[in-house]
């Protein structure tokens, strides 16, 4: 039987036997439950290594003995990462194996005992039963350039969160020492201010060298681009700064966040020339990049998140994957609020959401329907989120019908999501 066919209930044999497999980092837990009469076996814990994957499988096969079973049908969380090497055992053992979602494992313990009682013995039979109903989370597997871009786009998002913790590790020893410098040179993640603390550290060192000096450097670390005026203003400042003197400690403190914000920096720019390069292959970038606002890190977050867009039947299924699906609470004459269910990849989301603010600007293409709207006394986020809805579509039916975006084919006054377009180039 295909694996596709285990999509829902209906489709399982009788003569299945439901396994649930709770994942822990060192020690993984399974029970099995029996599809025709319910029966359920003990918790059986092995290690996370090949030793204990080759003890599950025996396992396996005595419970299949033991309820006579035919198919073996596995059930797992996505924990961490810690599922992984399991999922790849198992698979290439040839068994099939499904992924639960976390969320459901949580919300459905009530249900086995009354009890929100947590402990592995439990949760396994709770994967396991939502896998015999067909409670599992859609797997698609995307091609290896796919799988690229999704690691290349997680390394970029921690090494920004790091350069962004130095960042502000910077600001807090810049508030001590040179209190004024940002408001003059507000971007402290510039080459420019990070090479001018290196050779200017405190104030002191700015008055000491002199104006002159002062300036030439500026000029030169920031290729010609720095502001005359601006120049004055950072050395009179420094001149007549109220901060507090630094000695031989905070000299090597400065150096130290300096290098580790550096290090961060370099290394962010370069996993983000890789993501470009690894972009290029993938048919659906050019697509998505015919469109204003969305640009490599965007669409490295759509091909992460979603996969190839064309496996998807409807653009609902799209929203639904991302969290941007509509839901509301209704009951008798009560109708509540249209929400999002904030399902999903959360990263997506929020470039989407920036995306979205670029075609909220006047010119753009959703600016019309945003002014709308805004007029109609909808609030503004809810407005941006609606438009934010719109990309996500579009970005859907470009990818379906292999076309890129026309500018000018959307100024024409179609109402259309689908604002194409150009037969993308082979």
């Not at 994957?53 to 596995?74: D, H, Y």
């Not at 969380?77 to 992984?84: M, S, V």
Request: proline share 2%.
């Amino acid at each position: 039987m295909s694996k596709k066919s285990f999509n829902n209930k209906v489709n399982y044999p009788a003569s299945s036997m439901f396994v649930g497999i709770d994942i822990a980092k060192e020690r993984h837990c399974a029970r099995a439950i029996d599809g025709k009469s319910g029966k359920e076996t003990k918790a059986f814990f092995f290690g996370n290594d090949r030793n204990g994957f080759e003890e599950l499988r025996q396992q396996l096969g005595i419970w299949l003995n033991q309820f006579k079973c035919a198919v073996t049908v596995i059930g797992m969380e996505p924990t961490a990462g810690y599922w992984k090497p399991l999922w790849k055992y198992l698979e290439e053992s040839g068994f099939d194996v499904r992924v639960v979602s976390s969320l459901k494992v949580k919300r459905s313990k009530d249900l086995k005992d009354n009890s929100p009682l947590k402990s592995d013995a439990k949760d396994c039979l709770l994967i396991a039963k939502l896998v015999q109903d067909g409670n599992i989370l859609d797997i698609r597997k995307g091609n290896k350039e796919a799988e690229e871009v999704k690691t290349l786009l997680r390394l970029a998002e921690d090494l920004d969160k790091t350069a962004g913790v130095y960042c502000n590790r910077l600001e807090y020893f810049l508030s001590v020492h040179f209190p004024e410098l940002s408001t003059i040179l507000s971007d402290l993640k510039s080459v420019t201010v990070r090479k001018l603390l290196k050779k200017y550290p405190f104030p002191q060192d700015m008055v000491c060298a002199g104006y002159k000096a002062v300036l030439d450097y500026l000029m030169e670390v920031s290729n010609g681009r720095i502001n005359v005026v601006k120049a004055q203003n950072l050395y009179d400042t420094a001149c007549k700064s109220v901060a507090v003197a630094g000695g031989e400690t905070e000299l090597f403190q400065l150096n130290a966040i300096l290098d580790m914000l550096e290090a961060a920096l370099s290394r962010l720019s370069l996993v983000k020339k890789s993501l470009e390069e690894k972009l290029k292959d993938i048919e659906d970038y050019e697509i998505f990049k015919s469109v204003k606002g969305i640009g490599v890190m965007t669409s490295a977050a759509v091909i992460a998140a979603l996969g190839d867009l064309r496996k998807y039947n409807s653009n609902r299924q799209v929203l639904k994957k991302v969290g941007l699906n509509l839901y509301r609470f209704s009951s008798g004459k009560h109708r509540g609020v249209d929400r999002i269910s904030r399902r999903g990849m959360a990263l997506l989301r929020r470039y989407l959401f920036m995306a979205a603010l670029i075609n909220c600007r006047p010119g753009s293409i959703f600016y019309e329907k945003y002014r709308s709207m805004i007029d109609r006394g909808v609030a503004k986020k809810k407005a941006i989120i609606a438009v934010m809805r719109k990309l996500l579509k579009l970005l859907h039916a470009l990818s379906r019908d292999g076309r890129k975006f026309d500018a000018d084919y959307a100024s024409s006054g179609s109402k259309s999501d689908v604002i194409v377009i150009k037969r993308a180039a082979a």
